[in-house]
């Protein structure tokens, strides 16, 4: 490489450097005008949404955290777990953790290591169960499901309880059972099999909730109707059984369940619980349960269970025109934001196409931001298309750096050659 090839390069780096310090502080500026996030979600939901810091600290952490997005590009999964593990070690409160749990579990997937992937995810869900990564982690838990079976089933640990509970032998019929669980119909998320969600229950409650999950096994429906009298508006059950029953039922595949949801969405009143019973509606199948999510968007005047039922929406395909609709029209930006992020969960071409014509009409730089971050976790040709467009031809030096960061990661032959043409 000649000297001047070095310095063209100097150059660059400096100047990437330096637009990044811009963008990550206007986009500080315009989230905190905005107002607190709404029902706690962590501020990290996007990964360069952190919070304002001028400290030598802050500049560190995020040079970090880029070298293991770098390592993940490169494919260096090993490097790269070693990198999150140590960055967590650093900054063990930074308001980016539930973003690093995610690629260091990302990282553990990727070198087939399953139960450290589980163990990450677990941790993400549990402690940052509002964060947009905690979705994207419960979909990750589907993913590795099935390698699990085997590696649990050698300790006979399959659930893995907690201290109070003794292991759960894997029987041949229970390993049947689990193995035969269709994940192309209902996923079924390894936190609720493990029964971490045990935590902060009293030990009658937790072999309460373990026959429940072995019900569930073996007849739904009765499952079901025992989960519905737990839930129901005279049961004495606490708060956290009560999320818990409703973890369980997201693995139903019979349509009573919907019902049952339904109801405890109408008569609940506390909002934690109605909180976990959308979510669930979320994960069911079925048009019914689609159909009630989209009225209670209608309905619903809170924006903490509106929030909650664009999530949910985001996992029923059918819904896509009223996630197209939110993102065009809501006045609420956090509500737009979840929204489009939604769109890209869905994953479909009319939706993609929606969000690269939004960004060419939209002026709020929050809403840009975050279609970009939406484009980028979608593999479509046409959005990675539209984020080397914005890389390359953006009026915006901050929305360039920030598809350039989206592009991260992927491997598509096209996106490689176009970074290497932005570097040379």
Excluded at 8 to 25: D, H, P, V
Excluded at 122 to 147: G, K, N
Excluded at 332 to 361: C, H, W
Aim: include cysteine.
């Amino acid at each position: 490489m000649s000297p001047e090839t070095t310095r063209k390069i100097s150059r660059l780096e400096i100047n990437m450097k330096s637009a990044l310090a811009l963008f990550i502080f206007l986009s500080l500026f315009l989230f905190s005008a905005a107002g607190n996030p709404v029902f706690g979600w962590n501020s990290s939901s996007d990964e360069t949404g952190v919070l304002l810091q001028t400290s030598d600290s802050e500049d560190l952490f995020l040079k970090e955290y880029q070298e293991g997005r770098d390592l993940c590009a490169k494919e260096e999964w090993n490097k790269a777990s070693e990198k999150f593990n140590k960055i967590l070690g650093k900054y063990p409160k930074h308001n980016m953790t539930d973003a690093v749990l995610y690629w260091l579990a990302f990282s553990y997937k990727k070198q087939n290591k399953f139960l450290e992937t589980e163990e990450t995810l677990m941790r993400l869900i549990r402690e940052f169960p509002s964060s947009e990564w905690a979705d994207d982690a419960r979909v990750m838990t589907v993913e590795i499901f099935q390698e699990l079976i085997p590696l649990k089933a050698t300790t006979a640990d399959v659930f893995r309880p907690s201290r109070k509970l003794e292991p759960v032998k894997v029987t041949p019929a229970l390993e049947s059972q689990i193995t035969k669980l269709d994940l192309s119909t209902r996923p079924v998320e390894v936190g609720v099999i493990s029964l971490e969600v045990y935590t902060g229950l009293d030990t009658n409650s937790e072999i309460k909730l373990a026959a429940l999950n072995s019900l569930f096994f073996s007849d739904q429906k009765k499952a079901i109707e025992l989960s519905g009298e737990i839930l129901g508006p005279d049961s004495k059950a606490t708060v956290r059984m009560k999320e818990n029953v409703l973890r369980l039922m997201e693995r139903s595949r019979d349509a009573s369940a919907v019902s049952v949801i339904i109801e405890v969405i109408r008569g609940e009143n506390d909002v934690k619980v109605r909180k976990a019973a959308i979510s669930t509606l979320g994960w069911l199948n079925f048009d019914a349960a689609g159909d009630f999510l989209l009225q209670l968007y209608n309905s619903e005047s809170s924006p903490e269970i509106k929030m909650h039922v664009i999530f949910a929406l985001s996992r029923h395909p059918r819904s896509l025109p009223k996630l197209i609709e939110i993102s065009r029209v809501e006045s609420n930006l956090q509500l737009r934001r979840t929204a489009i992020s939604g769109i890209s969960r869905i994953g479909a071409e009319q939706g993609i196409e929606f969000l690269v014509k939004l960004y060419d009409t939209e002026t709020n730089l929050e809403i840009k931001n975050a279609i970009i971050l939406a484009l980028g976790k979608n593999s479509n040709k046409q959005a990675l298309r539209k984020l080397m467009n914005i890389a390359g031809n953006d009026q915006s030096p901050q929305m360039k750096i920030k598809a350039i960061n989206a592009l991260g990661g992927n491997t598509d032959p096209e996106v490689i050659k176009f970074l290497q043409e932005i570097i040379r």
